[in-house]
């Protein structure tokens, strides 16, 4: 029996499979209200095969968006607008997941197609972050004070309850990749002397106080993933080590399953990228006694395979490999011999003859 196509529970929710969808920002939302492309960009990996499709990061704010262009949670109109994109990957056997984000001090930009910022008379806007130390050469964010705080905690929490409502069956909290609560995390963009900041119990006080508002606002039987950077891969930066003890935490708060992921605290970092360089990451944070899913650079089904069975990690979560070849999962099962279900009116490709 292959792991990659054995079912996995995540809170009470039955996965059909281990192979899962990365989250992929797409540049392509109207004041955050989700587009066709949307649709069919999501709707086409659950045609495709996989367990579970996870949106792009969502904002839980307008001022919490990376671009003008990306997609949020943050009124009504927008939940309505995510309800037909939801209820068509459902439809398809798999499940559905939203990452809910908030980009701090990297908001404010173009799509990378672009590039660079956006000026306020294009729709910037000011951004904020722990501390006012900038990313690189984007603009110096503006510090976080205790009201700013508390009204980040409230939005994700809003934003929450907005992903019931559109019905959504997971929900991932996004603290990886050098946005706004990975930028308290590390000692490289936090540089606050209060409780939010300096030992460990301070830098990670957001996200748990983040985790425990909206594991409150989201129903017990649905499924709460976090997203973290493992590490920093820079001396003094956030690293593996915080991460096993943030693990171990998370899992305390009703955390289900953490997504380990990398970098993006600094730009410019030079990482050893290569097949599945962050598995290892993955399988110290299980050690924690966490589950956890494995990301970058996974693109072979035997290699899938070998990550779970090698028990480094619960999942594995797919990005590019999936753009390439969103049927992924269904060469997959395949390869490994199994006999993964497809849909009717794709049956006549199933064989080659």
Not at 299 to 320: I, K, Q
Request: net charge negative.
């Amino acid at each position: 029996m292959s792991l990659l196509f054995t079912p996995i529970t995540v809170g009470v929710l039955t996965v059909r499979n281990r192979v899962w969808v990365s989250p992929m920002c797409q540049y392509s939302a109207v004041d955050g209200v989700p587009q066709d492309w949307h649709l069919v960009h999501l709707g086409q990996f659950a045609v495709g095969g996989a367990g579970l499709v996870l949106t792009e990061a969502t904002a839980v704010s307008p001022e919490g968006r990376i671009s003008p262009a990306d997609t949020g949670l943050w009124n009504d109109q927008q939940a309505e607008a995510w309800a037909r994109t939801v209820a068509f990957v459902r439809s398809q056997g798999a499940r559905v997941g939203v990452q809910l984000a908030h980009a701090g001090r990297k908001a404010s930009t173009a799509p990378p197609w672009v590039g660079g910022t956006v000026d306020a008379e294009d729709g910037g806007w000011p951004t904020v972050a722990p501390s006012a130390v900038a990313f690189g050469p984007l603009p110096a964010p503006t510090a976080l004070d205790d009201v700013g705080i508390a009204r980040v905690v409230a939005d994700f929490a809003t934003a929450a309850r907005r992903a019931v409502q559109a019905g959504f069956e997971v929900l991932e909290i996004h603290a990886a990749h050098g946005y706004l609560l990975h930028q308290f995390l590390s000692p490289l963009a936090n540089r606050r002397t209060d409780g939010y900041g300096g030992d460990f119990t301070g830098r990670t006080r957001l996200l748990r106080e983040v985790v425990a508002a909206v594991r409150e606002a989201w129903p017990a039987d649905r499924g709460l993933l976090v997203r973290i950077s493992a590490t920093d891969w820079v001396p003094g930066g956030w690293s593996l080590t915080e991460s096993v003890a943030l693990g171990g935490e998370l899992a305390g708060l009703g955390v289900d399953l953490v997504d380990c992921s990398s970098g993006g605290i600094v730009p410019d970092v030079a990482i050893p990228v290569g097949p599945g360089y962050q598995v290892p990451l993955a399988r110290r944070v299980r050690a924690a006694g966490v589950r956890t899913g494995a990301v970058g650079l996974i693109t072979e089904p035997a290699h899938a395979e070998s990550v779970l069975a090698s028990g480094a990690a619960d999942v594995v979560l797919l990005a590019r490999a999936l753009l390439r070849d969103p049927h992924w999962a269904l060469g997959a099962a395949t390869a490994l011999g199994v006999d993964a279900p497809w849909p009717a009116q794709y049956e006549r490709a199933r064989s080659r003859g």
